[in-house]
C-alpha cells in the first residue's frame, strides 16, 4: 500500500523527528510514528475497517490526527479528507456523498461532530480523541506492540476521498488511488530535492495540498511541525530557529507574512523551497518574496482530480525570470509540466493548440483521476479526445513550454486558496426580502486574488445596505465564503432575462491578462 513508501522514513531515520507540535509539547521519531499508527489501525480493524472501508478525520492539525490518516491507510481503508473550518452542514453532505462509515474526531469539536453525524446516518461509529494528549483514546487504543499485517499493493485502491464542487455548489468526490498518490508524492520530492531529510511547517488544513505535502517529506525521513493556522510571528519565529526548509502558503498568507514588521530581520536562510498555489499570486508580490526569501519559491498546478503537481515553476526558473527582462512575463506562470503530467492546450473542438493560443488547459497521466465516485455524468464532463482530463481552466504555453492560466470555464471562484461556489451564496442573498436579483463573482484583489463581490439589484420599494447583507452571509455560510463587499446596481441580462454573469465579471477584469 501507499503507507510502503511512507515507510521508507523508518527505515532511513528511524530515530529522527517525524511529526511535532507548534510548540514542542509534543515530538515522535519515525519509529513511533509507526508504532502508534499501527496500534490506532488495529483497533479500526478490530472495530470492522476492512480495505476500501470510508474513515474521515476531523481535526484541527495536530498530531494525533495525522498519526489517524497514517492509520487508515496502514490498515488498507480510504481516508475521507475533511476541513475543519467548513460548515457541519458541508460536511455532512460530502461525508454522505462518500459513503463515509467511521468518523475520527477531536473532542475539541464534539458539538460539531454531533451535528455531523446526526446529519450523516451512514456513520455507523465514531471515535474522540483529546488533542495530542498520551490518553487521547482511552480504552479503545489496542496494547502497544500491536501491528497490522502489511497489505499487498494494489495500486488502484482508493487511499484518499477528496470534496470538490461544480458551479452548482453541489459537492462531487474524488477518489485517489494508490497509484495517484504516489505519483504525486515521488514526483513532489523529485521537483524538490533537499541534500538532508526536509524540515516542513504546515499551516493550512491537513485536507489542503499544504497537508498532503506531509506525506513525501515523511517518506525522505523528514519531518514535520504542525501549526494550526497562520500566525506570520509564530511561522517566522519557527524557520529561523526550527531551521524550517519547506513551506507551503496560499499567496494570501504570504502577504501577511511579508507585511510582518519582523520577517526582514528573521534568518530565512534554511528555507530551500517556498511552495504557493491554489491561487495566482501578484507580480510585485512575488518579486518582494523572492527578494526576502531568496531563490526558494516553487509553483505548483493541479486540481483535486489531478492533484497539486501536474505543473512545477522551480526556484531556478522563478529567479531567471526575476533577473531577465526578457523572461519577467514568466513570472504569470505556473511553470512547466512536470514529470508525471502530460499538459497541453485544447481548442473546444479537441486538436491540441500551438504555442500562445487560448484554449483549455488539459491534463492525462497516472495523477489524473479514474472519475467522480458514483457520478458519472459529472465524470463525462471531464473527459476530452485523446484520454485527456479537462481541467475547465483556460490558458495558453508560451514558445518554450510554460504554461499560464489566464481565465476559468466555471464560475467557482478562489479567494484565499479557498474554493466559493457562487450559487451558493447567491442563495443565501436571494433569501432575502429586499433582494430582486444578485450575481455573485470573483473581482481581483492584490490579498486575495479574487475577492468574493455580490451585485444585488435590490427591489425599488425597499431599503437594504451591503453590511446586512455580508452578515446574513457570514452567519449561514461562514466568513470564507461571505461576500467581501455588495455592489448595488442593475444587472445586465440577455434578450431571454438570463443574467450575463460573464459580461459582469469581465467588466471588472477588463485590462488584466491573468483572469483568475
Same mark, same amino acid.
Given at each position: 500500500?501507499?503507507?510502503?513508501?511512507?515507510?521508507?522514513?523508518?527505515?532511513?531515520?528511524?530515530?529522527?523527528? #517525524?511529526?511535532?507540535?507548534?510548540?514542542?509539547?509534543?515530538?515522535?521519531?519515525?519509529? =513511533?510514528?509507526?508504532?502508534?499508527?499501527? &496500534?490506532?489501525?488495529?483497533?479500526?480493524?478490530?472495530?470492522?475497517?476492512?480495505?476500501?472501508?470510508?474513515? *474521515?478525520?476531523?481535526?484541527?492539525?495536530?498530531?494525533?490526527?495525522?498519526? #489517524?490518516?497514517?492509520?487508515?491507510?496502514?490498515?488498507?481503508?480510504?481516508?475521507?479528507?475533511?476541513?475543519?473550518?467548513?460548515?457541519?452542514?458541508?460536511?455532512?453532505?460530502?461525508?454522505?456523498?462518500?459513503?463515509?462509515?467511521?468518523?475520527?474526531?477531536?473532542?475539541?469539536?464534539?458539538?460539531?461532530?454531533?451535528?455531523?453525524? %446526526?446529519?450523516?446516518?451512514?456513520? &455507523?461509529?465514531?471515535?474522540?480523541?483529546?488533542?495530542?494528549?498520551?490518553?487521547?483514546?482511552?480504552?479503545?487504543?489496542?496494547?502497544?506492540?500491536?501491528?497490522?499485517?502489511?497489505?499487498?499493493?494494489?495500486?488502484?485502491?482508493?487511499?484518499?476521498?477528496?470534496?470538490?464542487?461544480?458551479?452548482?455548489?453541489?459537492?462531487?468526490?474524488?477518489?485517489?488511488?494508490?497509484? =495517484?498518490?504516489?505519483?504525486?508524492?515521488?514526483?513532489?520530492?523529485?521537483?524538490?530535492?533537499?541534500?538532508?531529510?526536509?524540515?516542513?511547517?504546515?499551516?493550512?488544513?491537513?485536507?489542503?495540498?499544504?497537508?498532503?505535502?506531509?506525506?513525501?517529506?515523511?517518506?525522505?525521513?523528514?519531518?514535520?511541525?504542525?501549526?494550526?493556522?497562520?500566525?506570520?510571528?509564530?511561522?517566522?519565529?519557527?524557520?529561523?530557529?526550527? &531551521?524550517?526548509?519547506?513551506?507551503?502558503?496560499?499567496?494570501?498568507?504570504?502577504?501577511?507574512?511579508?507585511?510582518?514588521?519582523?520577517?526582514?530581520?528573521?534568518?530565512?536562510?534554511?528555507?530551500?523551497?517556498?511552495?504557493?498555489?491554489? *491561487?495566482?499570486?501578484?507580480?510585485?508580490?512575488?518579486?518582494?518574496?523572492?527578494?526576502?526569501?531568496?531563490?526558494?519559491?516553487?509553483?505548483?498546478?493541479?486540481?483535486?482530480? *489531478?492533484?497539486?503537481?501536474? %505543473?512545477?515553476?522551480?526556484?531556478?526558473?522563478?529567479?531567471?525570470?526575476?533577473?531577465?527582462?526578457?523572461?519577467?512575463?514568466?513570472?504569470?506562470? #505556473?511553470?512547466?509540466?512536470?514529470?508525471?503530467?502530460?499538459?497541453?492546450?485544447?481548442?473546444?473542438?479537441?486538436?491540441?493548440?500551438?504555442?500562445?493560443?487560448?484554449?483549455?488547459?488539459?491534463? &492525462?497521466?497516472?495523477?489524473?483521476?479514474?472519475?467522480?465516485?458514483?457520478?458519472?455524468?459529472?465524470?463525462?464532463?471531464?473527459?476530452?479526445?485523446?484520454?485527456?482530463?479537462?481541467?475547465?481552466?483556460?490558458?495558453?504555453?508560451?514558445?518554450?513550454?510554460?504554461?499560464?492560466?489566464?481565465?476559468?470555464?466555471?464560475?467557482?471562484?478562489?479567494?484565499?486558496?479557498?474554493?466559493?461556489?457562487?450559487?451558493?451564496?447567491?442563495?443565501?442573498?436571494?433569501?432575502?426580502?429586499?433582494?430582486?436579483? #444578485?450575481?455573485?463573482?470573483?473581482?481581483?484583489?492584490?490579498?486575495?486574488?479574487?475577492?468574493?463581490?455580490?451585485?444585488?439589484?435590490?427591489?425599488?420599494?425597499?431599503?437594504?445596505? *451591503? =453590511?446586512?447583507?455580508?452578515?446574513?452571509?457570514?452567519?449561514?455560510?461562514?466568513?470564507? =465564503?461571505?461576500?467581501?463587499?455588495?455592489?448595488?446596481?442593475?444587472?445586465?441580462?440577455?434578450?431571454?432575462?438570463?443574467?450575463?454573469?460573464?459580461?459582469?465579471?469581465?467588466?471588472?477584469?477588463?485590462?488584466?491578462?491573468?483572469?483568475?
Amino acid at each position: 500500500m501507499f503507507t510502503d513508501y511512507i515507510d521508507r522514513g523508518v527505515a532511513v531515520n528511524p530515530d529522527g523527528p #517525524c511529526l511535532r507540535s507548534a510548540d514542542g509539547s509534543v515530538s515522535l521519531d519515525h519509529r =513511533q510514528v509507526a508504532a502508534l499508527s499501527h &496500534r490506532i489501525a488495529a483497533s479500526l480493524r478490530n472495530d470492522g475497517a476492512v480495505p476500501g472501508t470510508r474513515i *474521515a478525520v476531523y481535526s484541527p492539525n495536530n498530531v494525533t490526527a495525522f498519526l #489517524c490518516v497514517l492509520a487508515i491507510l496502514r490498515a488498507g481503508a480510504t481516508w475521507v479528507a475533511v476541513n475543519p473550518r467548513s460548515e457541519p452542514s458541508e460536511l455532512a453532505e460530502l461525508l454522505e456523498r462518500a459513503e463515509a462509515e467511521i468518523l475520527l474526531y477531536d473532542a475539541a469539536l464534539s458539538d460539531r461532530a454531533d451535528q455531523i453525524m %446526526t446529519a450523516t446516518p451512514g456513520i &455507523r461509529m465514531s471515535v474522540a480523541f483529546d488533542g495530542d494528549s498520551e490518553e487521547q483514546f482511552g480504552r479503545w487504543l489496542v496494547p502497544p506492540g500491536t501491528t497490522v499485517p502489511r497489505l499487498p499493493f494494489d495500486p488502484d485502491a482508493v487511499a484518499m476521498m477528496l470534496g470538490t464542487g461544480g458551479t452548482t455548489g453541489r459537492s462531487k468526490v474524488v477518489p485517489v488511488t494508490n497509484r =495517484q498518490f504516489l505519483t504525486m508524492s515521488l514526483a513532489y520530492n523529485a521537483h524538490m530535492p533537499e541534500p538532508t531529510p526536509p524540515i516542513y511547517l504546515l499551516a493550512p488544513p491537513m485536507t489542503h495540498a499544504a497537508g498532503i505535502s506531509v506525506w513525501p517529506t515523511l517518506a525522505e525521513g523528514g519531518s514535520v511541525i504542525l501549526h494550526d493556522g497562520v500566525d506570520t510571528g509564530a511561522i517566522l519565529h519557527a524557520i529561523e530557529y526550527e &531551521r524550517v526548509t519547506r513551506l507551503f502558503l496560499p499567496p494570501t498568507a504570504i502577504y501577511a507574512l511579508l507585511a510582518d514588521p519582523g520577517v526582514r530581520d528573521t534568518d530565512v536562510s534554511s528555507l530551500r523551497h517556498f511552495i504557493y498555489a491554489a *491561487a495566482p499570486m501578484s507580480e510585485d508580490k512575488l518579486r518582494e518574496a523572492l527578494e526576502v526569501f531568496g531563490p526558494v519559491m516553487t509553483q505548483t498546478f493541479g486540481q483535486a482530480e *489531478a492533484p497539486m503537481i501536474a %505543473t512545477c515553476m522551480a526556484p531556478a526558473d522563478h529567479a531567471e525570470a526575476a533577473s531577465d527582462p526578457a523572461k519577467a512575463h514568466r513570472l504569470r506562470s #505556473c511553470g512547466r509540466p512536470s514529470l508525471v503530467a502530460a499538459v497541453e492546450i485544447m481548442g473546444d473542438d479537441g486538436t491540441v493548440l500551438g504555442p500562445h493560443e487560448r484554449g483549455e488547459i488539459v491534463v &492525462r497521466g497516472d495523477l489524473v483521476m479514474t472519475g467522480y465516485h458514483n457520478d458519472p455524468d459529472e465524470t463525462a464532463q471531464t473527459r476530452r479526445p485523446g484520454g485527456w482530463h479537462g481541467t475547465s481552466d483556460i490558458g495558453y504555453r508560451d514558445d518554450d513550454g510554460f504554461i499560464y492560466v489566464v481565465d476559468r470555464k466555471r464560475d467557482m471562484i478562489i479567494t484565499g486558496g479557498f474554493n466559493v461556489y457562487p450559487s451558493t451564496v447567491e442563495r443565501v442573498m436571494w433569501g432575502h426580502s429586499a433582494v430582486l436579483d #444578485c450575481a455573485v463573482i470573483g473581482i481581483p484583489d492584490d490579498k486575495w486574488g479574487e475577492s468574493v463581490t455580490a451585485v444585488v439589484e435590490p427591489k425599488d420599494d425597499q431599503q437594504i445596505t *451591503a =453590511q446586512e447583507l455580508i452578515e446574513r452571509c457570514k452567519s449561514e455560510l461562514g466568513s470564507v =465564503q461571505a461576500p467581501k463587499s455588495v455592489i448595488f446596481r442593475q444587472l445586465p441580462r440577455s434578450a431571454n432575462g438570463k443574467v450575463l454573469k460573464r459580461q459582469l465579471r469581465d467588466e471588472y477584469w477588463a485590462g488584466l491578462e491573468r483572469r483568475v
